[in-house]
């Protein structure tokens, strides 16, 4: 009985031994389809995007965002965190809803589902990454005058990068580091918390104002410089001394005359409203995001629709002066981009543009040979043709064989100095016999280059870096009257800019005029690609 019992436990030990073992069997297995099936559904996702198909395919498509190892779940934690934030740069959350993501990480189960997830993880990623570092929309499929380069990472080499760095470091780096950056940014949440406590108030509802006026429209006047922080609050209502120095800093804010009277210009602008503010300096950090590139230790900056010209140096103005920018008429308006100023020429030769020649002189010709007569005509060779033996008549805009040119002189249309980066578009900085323009507030008159109010101080600013005394060397070069090419022994970077929207140092920021309407068109683009003109607390 005893052996029978010995005999039955150990066949039942033995049964027991298969099952265990035949359960590890299915395990292994399973865990291998599961592994296959992951695999499988990650080259399958990632196959339609190079950039992507390559990436998994050097990694033997392990996962970077889905597996179970804590560098999987940092990656996951801090891009879940940074998208958490991305309303606060006015990026489009739609396209990358952390939200949303959770909700699919979690629903994803199978080995099938965690590879299609995992891929979905990576585009989104690179989605997040080109909009807060290069910006959201391509400025060049916007407006024809935004032919700035925009420089963006290969996707490649993005995901390569973040896979190899500290995730939350990686995400910290995409943000522009400029400080306009950053005040912007902080600029547009106080703003948003504003918007959503009902804006600036009541508009003024008078055409103008000034000091000595008093009744509502002074106390609506009174309430948006209150909420605009320009006046301290007050029970006044009457156009005192206070409201009127109120005026002045608004007007100095906001490009326009401080005379401290409330004109027509400046009711108008006071009467713009906190969201219009708002939109302004969201266009703004997306310019800033295509502009994320650095700009030189020593560069000129033109804001187009500030109307200035600056030298910078290690992140500080140096010099400053008026300017003139492009009409905003057809191709006249000045263009936005970025290039490198190589050299001066002083007493300059005004090679007419051959779209000023056909559009504007050659009708003239045409009824008159001796019109425009500070003009040269020249042949293919460089030969002065004389007027008398040409039938400008027989010529169109399309065949006309000349080109016209004026000779150095202080009546010379640019000037006795122009300042080169040579580029496509042919603009350039330049003197101008034309001072009266300087004058006015909004100075956009040009046929697309830039002239300068004061343009031999912007000349002795620039080659003061390389002889003892700039200003003897220019004059010296000017009284010869000849055609004179100043090389600049180390170069200087402009850029050619549009800021309707720019921050103050020591906060707060100053508003322009949108001349060409391409801010419009920009944030149009924006809400197009999902961006929201969001309100806090309202």
């Known amino acids: 009985m005893i052996g029978t019992r010995l005999k039955a436990n150990n066949l039942h030990n033995f049964v027991a031994a298969l099952a265990v073992l035949f359960a590890f069997s299915l395990s292994g297995a399973t865990a291998d389809a599961q592994v296959t099936a992951y695999k499988q559904a990650v080259a399958q996702a990632a196959s339609s995007d190079k ?37 606060n740069h006015g990026l489009p959350i739609k396209r990358y809803d952390p939200a949303v993501i959770k ?58 990068a973040f896979e190899k760095s500290s995730p939350k470091g990686f995400f910290k780096k995409l943000v522009p580091s400029t400080p306009e950056y ?22 003024v509802g008078a055409a103008s104002l000034k000091a000595g006026s008093a009744g509502g429209h002074v106390v609506a006047l009174r309430n948006r410089l209150i909420a605009m922080g320009y006046l301290k609050r007050s029970a006044s209502q009457s156009y005192d001394a206070n409201m009127k120095k109120a005026v002045q800093l608004f007007q100095l804010d906001n490009g326009l005359p401080t005379d401290g009277q409330a004109g027509k210009a400046t009711i108008a602008e006071i009467n713009k409203p906190a969201a219009y503010r708002l939109q302004s300096i969201m266009v703004a950090m997306e310019r800033e995001r295509w502009f994320n590139r650095p700009r030189g230790k020593r560069h000129v900056l033109v804001n187009l629709t500030d109307f200035t010209a600056k030298i910078i140096d290690n992140d500080k103005v140096t010099f400053v002066t008026r300017s003139v920018v492009g009409k905003n008429v057809g191709d006249r308006r000045t263009p936005e981009f970025s290039d490198v100023m190589e050299f001066i020429i002083i007493n300059p ?9 056909t559009k504007e002189y050659l009708p003239l010709l045409k009824r008159n040979p001796n019109a425009v007569s500070h003009l040269r005509v020249v042949d293919s060779r460089g030969r002065t043709v004389s007027r008398g033996a040409v039938n400008f008549s027989q010529y169109t805009a399309k065949t006309f064989p000349f080109n016209l040119k004026q000779p150095p002189s202080r009546g010379n249309a640019l000037g006795l100095v122009k300042f080169m980066f040579p580029n496509k578009y042919n603009i350039y900085l330049h003197d101008t016999p034309s001072k009266n323009l300087f004058a006015r507030n909004v100075r956009a008159f040009s046929h697309g280059c830039i002239r300068l109010q004061q343009p031999f101080d912007f000349a002795y600013a620039l080659l003061a870096k390389q002889v003892a005394n700039p200003q003897e060397f220019f004059h010296a070069k000017l009284k010869t009257g000849s055609e004179t090419r100043v090389d600049l022994k180390e170069p200087v970077p402009v850029h050619l800019i549009y800021r309707t929207a720019i921050s103050k140092p020591k906060g707060g920021v100053q508003f322009r005029r949108d001349v060409y309407g391409r801010d419009a068109k920009i944030f149009n683009a924006m809400l197009k690609a999902g961006v929201v003109l969001r309100s806090i607390g309202g």
């Open 51 to 87: 950039a992507l198909a390559e990436f998994y395919k050097a990694r033997k498509y392990k996962s970077i965002w889905t597996g179970r190892t804590g560098k999987d779940g940092q990656r996951r934690k801090a891009f879940l965190a940074a998208l958490s934030k991305a309303a």
């Open 103 to 160: 909700a699919q990480l979690k629903a994803a189960k199978s080995g099938q589902d965690r590879g299609r997830m995992e891929v979905e993880m990576s585009r989104l990623f690179l989605q997040y990454a080109g909009d807060l570092r290069s910006g959201i929309v391509n400025p060049r499929k916007i407006d024809s005058g935004l032919v700035r380069s925009v420089q963006r990472w290969g996707r490649l080499e993005t995901l390569v």
């Open 182 to 203: 950053v005040r912007l940014m902080k600029e547009k949440l106080r703003l948003e918390k504003l918007v959503g406590r009902g804006g600036y108030g009541p508009k």
């Open 349 to 357: 030769t005004w090679n007419v543009p051959r779209s000023i020649a």
